[in-house]
């Protein structure tokens, strides 16, 4: 069991897989298997916030899509407040929805544009048969003016905002129901850095009044270090290592996490510092190396030893999880996880 | 915008700055560039000025909406027609005025001195033709060869930015590649003539992060093999601090600072320029504190204020009221606009 939560686990997946089928030729057979996600387990604790990094095409949607079981994992347990609800059907998770919500990157694709401002965040209460059409009303005033919407937002459409504002509307829409956990799929990916900072406080206020915890996924190291508690780094279908957010950016073990944190852009000209520039992309989950994924990319001459090798997650500090690879860690850590 | 003659006005006031380095390979003076909407005509571009030598990289910074895609697209005469055009200044590339010059010249131009890259490396590129031949298609419109040798030469070209097994990659078409092979291939052609400016708009911003490092260094490393010049058009100080020499700030169509990229980020000026540095989350912050933001929005195209657009922001009244900042140099090349509010500390003794 990796690293849970300090304050107890509102969500676990243990193990989980994902796999998707390819299919070719005439009659659609099956001819291979996409890994997604490929045996992962992470703890969310109450009022946690777990960020969540990697190149695009390592999993990172899939496994946020299967926390809230909105994919059926192939194997693993997804257990939520101490249910399981791996095998839940549609019908049965239903009044779990209310608990669980997502906020997407793109806000203008996740808003239905023929609906209004008021009727895309009433729909949750409709559906979860809360309050009447008067109670509904109220509420809705007080989302849009809790989410820094101006009050006569609610009978606009959502083209007739700018992007930040828009996210604004799809945050006011997830936090309707008073959710326990709030999946966060690149949220600021799309914006403006002053309006990226903006979403950034309005997420942070509303966990911080709420305890909501956050499962929050983006591509800028920078921002997720500033919101997480703790950081996974996914690649291939895989977490690769897992620590809290100050020990991922000041202490990371894994050749893979040093190289995402070296390409980061850091705004400052004055600073010199040495980049891992990593060759190639993340190679295709669908004919994955035997071996250590990450070893077989750079080339790592300790390769041939991992294939058949376990290489799980060792702690090798309290609460530092870091995938048990001779290729991506220093000798000094190996020596330490063996 | 109600005045007379906006273009001319402009240029005017913009001519008052100092010429700006006699024999740079760009430079661009009062550049107005407008488009034509029901709501009238619109100034997306209002009086940008910056030079760029040989060899130098300058960076465009600044939110979405402040004309930074359309000051690049001005200067080569791509903006959309009818509806966009330039009403005045002056874009001098070696010594020509672009704005003059005949299509056909203009033709030349475009991808055989002046390369360009644009965000989305999708929809730069065919669906329907090999990467081979959409490459090969710079050779044989500016260099006249013939197929062969065009499809040799571009063989030679993808090599050039590092894209593995190139004779079998040629044969490909735009869908096999990933993100970052289908912009290396776009470099390819926007590089394949050997321009003396590479124009990039957003070059890494659908890309990864460990690819957008790989892309930036390629283009630094033909840039510095070539001698070639580059503008560099990007949301991301990041990005900007580690690949520019120098640095336009642009906001509401308006350039608001330009400086040298290490003295931008160590003496930031203006108001605007410190809140997006501000606004960034950087490691040494408490993690979970609160981030600085700018507050207001952007005033739209057809509202926007003929005097200090940023205190237009901020809801304030510039001391300068409807006037129209002036740039100012406050220390040897950088360049602020002068309004006293946006501008605190020195900038507003040297005002």
Same mark, same amino acid.
């Given at each position: 069991?990796?690293?849970?939560?300090?304050?107890?686990?509102?969500?676990?997946?243990?193990?989980?897989?994902?796999?998707?089928?390819?299919?070719?030729?005439?009659?659609?057979?099956?001819?291979?298997?996409?890994?997604?996600?490929?045996?992962?387990?992470?703890?969310?604790?109450?009022?946690?916030?777990?960020?969540?990094?990697?190149?695009?095409?390592?999993?990172?949607?899939?496994?946020? +899509?299967?926390?809230?079981?909105?994919?059926?994992?192939?194997?693993?347990?997804?257990?939520?407040?101490?249910?399981?609800?791996?095998?839940?059907?549609?019908?049965?998770?239903?009044?779990?929805?209310?608990?669980?919500?997502?906020?997407?990157? *793109?806000?203008?694709?996740?808003?239905?544009?023929?609906?209004?401002?008021?009727?895309?965040?009433?729909?949750?209460?409709?559906?979860?048969? %809360?309050?009447?059409?008067?109670?509904?009303?109220?509420?809705?005033?007080?989302?849009? =003016?809790?989410?820094?919407?101006?009050?006569?937002?609610?009978?606009?459409?959502?083209?007739?905002?700018?992007?930040?504002?828009?996210?604004?509307?799809?945050?006011?829409?997830?936090?309707?129901?008073?959710?326990?956990?709030?999946?966060? *799929?690149?949220?600021?990916? $799309?914006?403006?850095?002053?309006?990226?900072?903006?979403?950034?406080?309005?997420?942070?206020?509303?966990?911080?009044?709420?305890?909501?915890?956050?499962?929050?996924?983006?591509?800028?190291?920078?921002?997720? %270090?500033?919101?997480?508690?703790?950081?996974?780094?996914?690649?291939?279908?895989?977490?690769?290592?897992?620590?809290?957010?100050?020990?991922?950016?000041?202490?990371?073990?894994?050749?893979?996490?040093? $190289?995402?944190?070296?390409?980061?852009?850091? $705004?400052?000209?004055?600073?010199?510092?040495?980049?891992?520039?990593?060759?190639?992309?993340?190679?295709?989950?669908?004919?994955?190396?035997?071996?250590?994924?990450?070893?077989?990319?750079?080339?790592?001459?300790?390769?041939? =030893?991992?294939?058949?090798? *376990?290489?799980?997650?060792?702690?090798?500090?309290?609460?530092?999880?870091?995938?048990?690879?001779?290729?991506?860690?220093?000798?000094?850590?190996? +020596? +330490?996880?063996? | 915008?109600?005045?007379?003659?906006?273009?001319?006005?402009?240029?005017?006031?913009?001519?008052?700055?100092?010429?700006?380095?006699?024999?740079?390979?760009?430079?661009?003076?009062?550049?107005?560039? &407008?488009?034509?909407?029901?709501?009238?005509?619109?100034?997306? /571009?209002?009086?940008?000025?910056?030079?760029?030598?040989?060899?130098?990289?300058?960076?465009?910074? #600044?939110?979405?909406?402040?004309?930074?895609?359309?000051?690049?697209?001005?200067?080569?005469?791509?903006?959309?027609?009818?509806?966009?055009?330039?009403?005045? #200044?002056?874009?001098?590339?070696?010594?020509? @005025?672009?704005?003059?010059?005949?299509?056909?010249?203009?033709?030349?131009?475009?991808?055989?001195?002046?390369?360009?890259?644009?965000?989305?490396?999708?929809? &730069?590129?065919?669906?329907?033709?090999?990467?081979?031949?959409?490459?090969?298609?710079?050779?044989?419109?500016?260099?006249?060869?013939?197929?062969?040798?065009?499809?040799?030469? &571009?063989?030679?070209?993808?090599?050039?930015?590092?894209?593995?097994?190139?004779?079998?990659?040629? #044969?490909?078409?735009?869908?096999?590649?990933?993100?970052?092979?289908?912009?290396?291939?776009?470099?390819?052609?926007?590089?394949?003539?050997?321009? @003396?400016?590479?124009?990039?708009?957003?070059?890494?911003?659908?890309?990864?992060?460990?690819?957008?490092?790989?892309?930036? @260094?390629?283009?630094?490393?033909?840039?510095?093999?070539?001698?070639?010049?580059?503008?560099? !058009?990007?949301?991301?100080? #990041?990005? !900007?601090?580690?690949?520019?020499?120098?640095?336009?700030?642009?906001?509401?169509?308006?350039?608001?600072?330009?400086?040298?990229?290490?003295?931008?980020? &160590?003496?930031?000026?203006?108001?605007?320029?410190?809140?997006?540095?501000?606004?960034?989350?950087?490691?040494?912050?408490?993690?979970?504190?609160?981030?600085?933001?700018?507050?207001?929005?952007?005033?739209?195209?057809?509202?926007?204020?003929?005097?200090?657009?940023?205190?237009?922001?901020?809801?304030?009244?510039?001391?300068?009221?409807?006037?129209?900042?002036?740039?100012?140099?406050?220390?040897?090349?950088?360049?602020?606009?002068?309004?006293?509010?946006?501008?605190?500390?020195?900038?507003?003794?040297? /005002?």
């Amino acid at each position: 069991m990796s690293g849970v939560g300090t304050r107890g686990p509102l969500l676990s997946v243990e193990d989980v897989k994902v796999h998707f089928p390819v299919r070719s030729g005439l009659m659609l057979r099956q001819t291979g298997q996409v890994k997604a996600v490929d045996g992962v387990s992470l703890a969310i604790g109450e009022g946690e916030t777990v960020g969540l990094v990697g190149e695009s095409g390592c999993g990172k949607s899939t496994l946020a +899509k299967a926390v809230v079981r909105l994919l059926k994992p192939n194997a693993g347990s997804v257990v939520f407040e101490g249910a399981d609800i791996t095998h839940l059907s549609p019908r049965a998770l239903r009044p779990l929805r209310s608990d669980m919500q997502m906020i997407f990157q *793109d806000p203008v694709e996740s808003l239905n544009p023929r609906q209004s401002v008021r009727q895309i965040i009433e729909e949750p209460l409709i559906i979860h048969r %809360q309050g009447n059409a008067a109670t509904r009303r109220r509420r809705v005033d007080e989302l849009l =003016e809790r989410v820094g919407l101006p009050a006569n937002s609610g009978e606009k459409f959502s083209f007739e905002f700018s992007g930040g504002q828009r996210q604004r509307i799809g945050i006011a829409r997830a936090i309707a129901l008073n959710p326990k956990l709030i999946v966060c *799929d690149e949220p600021v990916s $799309a914006l403006d850095v002053s309006v990226q900072s903006q979403i950034i406080n309005l997420l942070l206020e509303l966990q911080r009044e709420m305890g909501i915890s956050y499962l929050f996924i983006a591509h800028d190291l920078a921002v997720v %270090q500033h919101v997480s508690d703790r950081v996974a780094v996914m690649y291939l279908g895989k977490i690769v290592e897992l620590a809290t957010a100050e020990a991922i950016y000041q202490r990371p073990c894994h050749a893979y996490t040093k $190289a995402l944190l070296s390409a980061i852009p850091e $705004a400052d000209p004055a600073a010199e510092r040495e980049r891992i520039l990593l060759e190639g992309d993340v190679p295709s989950p669908i004919n994955p190396p035997e071996g250590s994924a990450f070893g077989h990319r750079i080339s790592h001459p300790r390769y041939k =030893e991992t294939v058949g090798m *376990d290489l799980g997650l060792v702690e090798i500090e309290q609460g530092h999880w870091v995938a048990r690879d001779p290729c991506c860690l220093s000798e000094e850590d190996w +020596k +330490k996880v063996q | 915008m109600k005045d007379g003659d906006p273009a001319k006005a402009t240029v005017r006031q913009i001519y008052q700055e100092h010429d700006p380095g006699g024999d740079a390979l760009l430079r661009v003076q009062g550049l107005v560039s &407008a488009f034509d909407t029901e709501r009238g005509l619109l100034k997306a /571009v209002d009086g940008v000025s910056f030079s760029v030598n040989r060899g130098q990289t300058l960076g465009i910074v #600044g939110e979405s909406g402040c004309g930074k895609s359309v000051t690049a697209m001005s200067l080569i005469s791509l903006l959309p027609r009818p509806a966009g055009k330039v009403l005045g #200044g002056e874009v001098i590339f070696k010594g020509e @005025d672009l704005q003059k010059v005949s299509e056909t010249r203009l033709h030349e131009v475009r991808g055989g001195e002046i390369g360009t890259i644009f965000q989305e490396p999708m929809t &730069a590129l065919n669906p329907v033709h090999r990467i081979g031949r959409q490459v090969s298609e710079v050779f044989r419109l500016h260099k006249k060869m013939d197929k062969k040798e065009a499809w040799e030469a &571009a063989i030679e070209a993808l090599r050039m930015t590092r894209i593995p097994s190139p004779e079998v990659r040629v #044969g490909d078409y735009p869908h096999q590649l990933s993100g970052g092979m289908r912009q290396r291939v776009v470099i390819a052609m926007a590089l394949a003539c050997q321009p @003396d400016l590479l124009i990039a708009d957003e070059p890494t911003t659908a890309l990864d992060v460990t690819v957008q490092a790989q892309i930036l @260094d390629l283009i630094q490393g033909l840039q510095a093999e070539m001698g070639m010049a580059a503008i560099l !058009i990007t949301h991301d100080l #990041g990005v !900007i601090a580690e690949n520019c020499d120098l640095v336009v700030v642009m906001y509401a169509g308006r350039v608001v600072e330009r400086a040298p990229v290490k003295e931008l980020f &160590a003496n930031p000026m203006h108001a605007y320029t410190r809140g997006l540095l501000n606004s960034i989350p950087r490691l040494s912050l408490p993690p979970k504190s609160e981030l600085n933001t700018i507050p207001g929005m952007v005033a739209s195209l057809s509202e926007m204020a003929s005097g200090c657009r940023f205190c237009q922001r901020l809801g304030r009244r510039s001391s300068l009221g409807d006037e129209r900042p002036e740039l100012r140099e406050v220390s040897p090349g950088h360049w602020v606009e002068a309004c006293p509010e946006c501008c605190g500390g020195e900038a507003r003794e040297s /005002v």
